[in-house]
């Protein structure tokens, strides 16, 4: 279990107020709410994006929102993906790999492990502004898990993807997370996203969870 | 504005469309024009006397002619508080607004300014330039070719600074203070910053000269290429620290990459406002002859046309100095690419 505590922010017009939040450190819990309840706040927040003086996330008896962002050893899936336009798809993987410099062979197998699970072995060679949403999609997930992150953030990772293809990517997303055993947050405000991956559900409005 | 053309809205209408859904830009670009303006002094040095002067002038004749330091400290804390006044209107209105948007919409497209800087004053000297023998004394001149040379080292040498800076600048960023004081800051006084080379003794020839007005042209350049095209990959750089990668790896990997355009771009400007530069000249090297100097004292003796032609070839150095700095982004793009291929 993870302990965020003192969540506060404020402006003009919406106040951000989680005195405590026990996030599980398995599986995957969903931040669920409608738009404008607070849920990028608080996954901005908690990523080290927003300043938020007062926060603590306590992880494995560390304070992850003390650490600098490269430190916290995070992997992320913005809702615009956020990929590196200007690299191949197999380069948005390795960046992460490079970056934390896991180059042992367990870390090239994991790679490949999930490269095969999402099927996305065929796209490695392409530039990433070629691929489709849903193929994008999968090697922005594939980034952010290659790197062996402790948590695993997803904000609305299924929104830009057309509806028919919504279902298969759900199915592929948690089994990959499962196999990778990370624990995630997965931030929506869709009913379905939940009901399909999420083992435990935090719903928040106006700011503020609900219990 | 296709929707407002198709239900037949008048000319009149369209129009107040447009100042409505531009009203922040013109509004950021009125105070950026401002900021420069307070604190230009070439052009008030030239056309104005000293009696009928602007603030940065009246500094020049305090600090340099009349060494009276306390009313130059006097005169140079006012204008920092315009100036001051004016940046915190400019951070804390539409800036944030157009920030908060996440898109900066600038409405013109800053590649197209040295095109039309050259075309504008151009014109003007051309007429001149056909007048054979106003070309003929110019180019017979003992000077001139010190003086071509020595415009275009500095044009360079101006760019590449600018350019080092800049490099520096995006390895640093993000970092919000250095972010907010680049915005803030509309450019730096020219005499203050002059005064501070010449205190510390580091004003012999171009070097000293192309550093200063690297830092001069630095707040603008940033402004005005790098900051809103480095706004849209931010969050790319949020992703890259969030995976674990430092300054340097994120510099070479990220941001270089998808702003070298935009880089040589500023240097290249850099280059070409530095071909038109002699008031720096004046302050730190005055042995030093450029074209912009043998201009100005062609104009003191009253020979117009030559200056002009001066200015001609000045403007057209400063293109050329500036077309080499595309060349150089171009050659190592391609040669990056086909690397990658």
């Known amino acids: ?211 | 504005m296709e929707l407002a053309a198709i239900e037949s809205a008048s000319r009149w209408r369209l129009f107040w469309i447009i100042i409505r859904y531009l009203k922040n830009d013109l509004f950021l670009l009125s105070l950026t024009i401002f900021s420069v303006c307070m604190t230009s002094f070439s052009i008030p040095l030239v056309l104005g006397h000293f009696e009928q002067n602007t603030l940065e002038v009246l500094l020049y004749q305090k600090l340099i002619l009349e060494n009276n330091l306390s009313q130059s400290a006097i005169i140079f804390l006012l204008q920092l508080l315009v100036v001051g006044v004016f940046s915190f209107f400019f951070l804390q209105f539409p800036l944030q607004k157009v920030a908060k948007k996440q898109h900066l919409t600038l409405g013109w497209k800053p590649a197209l300014l040295p095109l039309i800087t050259l075309y504008a004053w151009a014109f003007f000297p051309l007429i001149f330039l056909v007048r054979s023998h106003s070309l003929q004394q110019v180019l017979a001149l003992p000077e001139l070719r010190r003086a071509l040379q020595n415009t275009f080292h500095l044009s360079l040498l101006t760019g590449a600074f600018s350019l080092a800076l800049l490099l520096l600048v995006i390895f640093y960023l993000p970092q919000r203070k250095l972010e907010r004081l680049l915005l803030s800051l509309g450019s730096p006084s020219t005499t203050a910053l002059g005064f501070l080379f010449i205190l510390f003794q580091f004003r012999q020839g171009l070097l000293p000269v192309a550093l200063c007005l690297a830092l001069l042209h630095l707040p603008t350049l940033f402004r005005m290429y790098l900051w809103p095209q480095w706004h849209q990959i931010l969050q790319q750089i949020y992703v890259a620290q969030l995976q674990g990668a430092h300054r340097g790896f994120i510099w070479s990997y990220i941001s270089l990459p998808q702003l070298s355009k935009e880089l040589f771009r500023a240097a290249g400007i850099s280059a070409l406002w530095a071909s038109g530069e002699f008031a720096l000249l004046l302050l730190l090297s005055p042995q030093t002859p450029t074209l912009n100097v043998l201009a100005q004292q062609l104009l003191g003796s009253y020979r117009l046309d030559q200056s002009l032609v001066i200015t001609v070839f000045s403007l057209a150095l400063g293109g050329g100095v500036w077309f080499l700095f595309q060349l150089v982004e171009y050659v190592t793009r391609q040669k990056s690419l086909s690397k990658m291929g």
């Open chain 1, 1 to 211: 279990m993870s302990l965020v505590k003192n969540l506060y922010r404020k402006w003009d017009d919406f106040s951000l107020e989680i005195p405590h939040w026990e996030i599980p450190d398995e599986g995957i819990s969903a931040l669920w709410g409608p738009s404008g309840a607070g849920k990028t706040s608080v996954f901005r927040s908690l990523l080290g994006l927003e300043p938020c003086p007062t926060l603590q996330w306590i992880f494995h008896g560390q304070d992850i929102a003390k650490l600098p962002l490269a430190k916290k050893n995070l992997g992320v899936v913005f809702q615009s993906l956020e990929l590196f336009p200007h690299l191949t798809a197999e380069e948005n993987i390795l960046f992460p790999m490079q970056a934390r410099k896991l180059n042992s062979e367990h870390s090239f197998q994991l790679k490949n492990t999930i490269v095969n699970e999402l099927q996305i072995t065929k796209l490695l060679s392409k530039m990433v502004h070629k691929l489709s949403g849903g193929e994008q999609q999968r090697v922005a997930i594939a980034r952010a898990l290659v790197g062996q992150p402790q948590f695993l953030f997803l904000d609305e990772p299924f929104s830009s993807i057309d509806e028919d293809l919504k279902k298969e990517a759900r199915s592929l997303v948690a089994k990959v997370i499962q196999l990778t055993k990370t624990p995630t947050l997965l931030i929506t405000h869709d009913q379905r996203d939940v009901d399909a991956l999420a083992s435990h559900v935090f719903q928040i409005r106006n700011g503020k969870l609900l219990l």
